[in-house]
């Protein structure tokens, strides 16, 4: 078992209370961090001119509080470790079924992994593999609000 810094919970503490459920389960099994969750609109601003965000603040699932988006770093903390990322998001992606969490319309909640977008198992299309967000997040967003800072 393992135990999340005060920068994790703090940005955890802006997440949709899904997300910070499955935090809190997947921390028992393996080791990350939690980097982002709510953006304003300098941090998006900030993020999609340096190129970490292919789009401009409201247009991402970061933009709104609670956060309806995670971005987590797995142990040991290594950015070419393609490997850890993968392992943390069998964990994550399989616990909304293990915890019973109810998504939209009473069904059961899904997850979408920024390693596999389209959701088809085949992560080439998975160029951010840190985040994860309530699916399908614009449905998601229109209960949260926009996140002005
Ligand atoms: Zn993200």
Redesign the pocket.
Same mark, same amino acid.
């Given at each position: 078992m393992f135990h999340f810094s005060s920068a994790s919970l703090a940005a955890l503490a802006k997440c949709h209370p899904h997300l910070q459920a499955i935090a809190q389960a997947a921390i028992r099994k393996v080791d990350f961090k939690v980097l982002?969750s709510s953006r304003g609109r300098d941090a998006q601003e900030r993020a999609f001119n340096g190129g970490f965000s292919k789009v401009r603040f409201g247009d991402s699932a &970061?933009n709104y509080l609670p956060a309806i988006?995670f971005?987590l770093f797995p142990a040991p903390y290594d950015w070419d470790n393609k490997q850890a990322f993968i392992k943390l998001s069998k964990v994550i992606l399989a616990l909304p079924e293990e915890l019973g969490l109810v998504g939209l319309d009473d069904k059961p909640l899904k997850l979408r992994w920024?390693g596999d977008w389209d959701m088809n198992g085949d992560i080439r299309d998975g160029w951010?593999m840190? &985040?994860f967000e309530l699916y399908p997040w614009r449905k998601w967003s229109k209960k949260s609000k926009l996140y002005e800072d």
């Open positions: 982002d &970061h988006a971005d920024g951010d840190p &985040h």
